[in-house]
């Protein structure tokens, strides 16, 4: 008995027939009797290079225990399996029983897309409210600054208005005194 | 030489810390530069290589 990893990853495309190739896989996987420890379902990932046309792939990762003889086997019956597009058996000397840091890290990467997709939204949605109002707005500020210009102006004259009139009261009192 | 995140065990599905002794067009940096020692290097190049078959890293910055 020799504590395997195997890493499958699968064609992207499987999509709603995933949990039935899994379920399918894993009996495979019994039947040549491996005992499955721990199975990581990482989701879909965007591979570094393409393989074959893939450009994405659904990766899986299994901790077993198993037959060393029946190793080759296993192997050949992925190798015909039109749905894996790669895999990798590793010989391990401890089984982890957790996530790793791919399905943290795939996690990440789905909610970055995701709130990139948002935004791009909201600026399509912004943009196309603001084209057939822009011309308005631009007749309003103009006005608006128009108006400012004015009340400023307005606000000059007063000042200068209370200016002469504090002089007289002054000069009034003066003349009291 | 730059600090760098030193794992116990390199792990090939912690790409993260692999990126740290690959250049950016893939290449893996040499002990000589990274200065890690001569044992870790042999873990890390072995970690990188099943990252690459992995398509988790990748080979070259020339493919697509």
């Known amino acids: 008995m020799n504590h395997y990893e195997l890493t499958l990853i699968l064609n992207p495309d499987l999509a709603s027939k995933f949990d039935p190739y899994k379920e399918h896989f894993e009996s495979v996987l019994s039947q040549l009797g491996f005992n499955i420890h721990y199975c990581e379902n990482v989701g879909i990932r965007e591979l570094a290079y393409t393989i074959g046309i893939n450009k994405k792939g659904h990766y899986l990762i299994y901790q077993l225990d198993g037959d060393p003889s029946n190793i080759k086997e296993l192997e050949t019956k992925i190798k015909y399996d039109n749905s894996v597009i790669r895999h990798l058996v590793l010989k391990i000397d401890t089984v982890t029983k957790s996530d790793s840091f791919l399905t943290q890290d795939t996690k990440e990467a789905k909610k970055r897309a995701e709130e990139r997709a948002h935004e791009a939204k909201l600026k399509a949605q912004v943009q196309q409210q603001q084209k057939p109002a822009k011309s308005e707005t631009q007749e309003n500020e103009r006005s608006s600054e128009e108006k400012k210009d004015e009340g400023s102006s307005g606000e000059e004259n007063s000042h200068n208005k209370d200016e002469t009139t504090s002089e007289k009261n002054e000069s009034a009192t003066e003349e009291q005194a | ?64």
């Open chain 2, 1 to 64: 030489m730059k600090n760098l995140a030193l794992p116990e065990n390199f792990d090939h599905k912690n790409i993260d810390i692999l990126k740290q002794f690959i250049t950016e067009t893939g290449k893996i940096i040499p002990a000589r530069v990274s200065g890690i020692s001569a044992p870790e290097q042999r873990k890390l190049t072995k970690a990188v290589k099943v990252a690459r078959f992995l398509a988790l890293i990748p080979y070259t910055d020339k493919q697509i």
